[in-house]
């Protein structure tokens, strides 16, 4: 599957993605669906919640969110019409529910067989729907089980968990240059999303003849997610080590990448604190503008950041040169992008209202072109001093949304951005 991205490639592709600021052009968006009203209080922690959001109001945020993206000149793709429309073929589609199925987690042959005849039974779209949503018991009408396991839980009312994060889309793979990294996360709930990417991009007509190289697999045993992938510049790229992402993923990923003709010449590996409010690298810094970042001040610095660079020694072989730096935020930026840079704190710096504004990520916006950005309403105090640095503001109303942990940054997967 893999192939060199050249550095001639255009925007023209299926995949290009050199910069977060760069015009936005595609974006992969999940509605949320019915995943979300199957989230019950028991569930929240496993799943990865704090609380549940009312789905109808999450829709229309969401549908808000979408017709800023179009109504800005952004295409707008789903990930479940997406996933649909990759399995025309018969057999990929079994495949696809045989995986499914045991990345489920089930391993009773019989129960195995009724899902397998349940999701025959619906149509393409409803089918990847349900998937999402989550299968109760009491669906498999007429499957009755008999063995240890499902006497002794007999009170879970799931045979297959919902899968709440899906709107997440920035996480389970990542659009870097003309490829994806196709993740393998932390948890065993959002690994399972990464399955749809995988069919969409092997068997989509839109991505499957284009040969889109993998930085790194969904099959690695180390943890990666696209939360922790920012793309500084064509030439630099920020990755987090964090609480979602192991740098022996970091060190693949630069390996892929410098192996193949990109533009690509630096990752920088930001060590970030391992906590639930810091989980991905977007949450406490995203890019606005081309010198100007939105920013939790509590990642100001100094900070642990491994330099890691491409070597040609005489022998030609790719070697990666690593360098352990300890700097500011701000210096780090001006170093790898060679311009001055201004950092805008969340919530002012203010001690209550960045905490609070982070928490519902006030420093996850989602540049739609350079110093244009979508950004949640109740975050008014960052908001504020976004516009006071002459950016332009798509706000989004956020009240159940945000209850997920995940901004507009998180909520979206650029597949097309024009080159800077
Ligand atoms: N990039 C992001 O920060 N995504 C937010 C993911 C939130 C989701 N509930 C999670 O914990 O994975």
């Not at 045989?98 to 987690?105: D, K, L, P, T, W």
């Not at 604190?273 to 100094?302: C, N, Q, W």
């Not at 072989?317 to 969340?346: A, G, M, Q, S």
């Not at 209550?352 to 989602?366: F, K, S, V």
């Amino acid at each position: 599957m893999e192939q060199a991205v050249r550095k001639s490639e255009t925007a023209s592709s299926c995949l290009h993605v050199t910069s977060e600021i760069g015009r936005l052009r595609s974006v992969l968006l999940h509605r949320p669906g019915q995943e979300v009203e199957n989230l019950t209080p028991d569930l929240l922690g496993r799943l990865l919640f704090d609380d549940i959001p009312y789905l109808e109001v999450a829709r229309q945020e969401h549908d808000i969110f979408a017709q800023a993206l179009t109504d800005n000149g952004v295409e707008v793709l789903y990930l479940e019409q997406l996933a649909a429309e990759a399995l025309t073929d018969a057999a990929v589609k079994e495949t696809f529910i045989r995986q499914f199925i045991a990345e489920a987690g089930i391993e009773n042959e019989n129960l195995s067989y009724a899902l397998t005849d349940y999701f025959l039974g619906l149509p393409k779209q409803e089918m990847i729907d349900k998937m999402m949503a989550g299968v109760r018991r009491e669906e498999l009408a007429r499957y009755r089980g008999h063995s240890l396991f499902e006497q002794v839980n007999d009170f879970y009312p799931f045979v297959c968990d919902p899968m709440p994060n899906l709107y997440f889309t920035r996480d389970p793979f990542a659009t870097i240059g003309s490829g994806i990294t196709l993740n393998h996360m932390r948890t065993q709930t959002r690994n399972r999303e990464t399955i749809f990417a995988e069919y969409i991009f092997k068997h989509h007509p839109h991505f499957s003849s284009a040969n889109i190289p993998l930085w790194f697999d969904r099959n690695e045993t180390t943890a990666l997610e696209g939360g922790d992938e920012l793309i500084l510049s064509e030439k630099v790229l920020a990755i987090g080590i964090s609480q979602r992402t192991d740098s022996a993923s970091v060190e693949k990923v630069c390996r892929k990448l410098f192996a193949a003709d990109t533009s690509f010449e630096t990752v920088l590996a930001f060590h970030i604190p391992a906590s639930r409010a810091f989980m991905h690298l977007d949450t406490v810094f995203t890019m606005v503008d081309t010198d100007k970042f939105t920013i939790h001040s509590e990642i100001e610095g100094p900070l642990t950041v491994y330099e890691m660079s491409k070597y040609l020694p005489r022998t030609g072989e790719v070697r990666i040169k690593i360098e352990k730096l300890n700097l500011k935020l701000e210096d780090i930026l001006e170093k790898y992008l060679e311009r001055k840079v201004t950092l805008i704190r969340c919530g002012s710096g203010d001690k209550i209202h960045a905490a609070r504004e982070q928490w519902n990520d006030g420093a996850n916006t989602l540049a739609i072109a350079p110093g244009e950005v979508v950004v949640y309403a109740r975050n008014h105090v960052t908001n504020r001093i976004l516009e006071e640095h002459g950016i332009k503001l798509h706000v989004i109303p956020s009240s159940e949304l945000s209850r997920g942990r995940g901004g507009p940054r998180c909520m979206s997967m650029p597949l097309v951005r024009d080159h800077l």
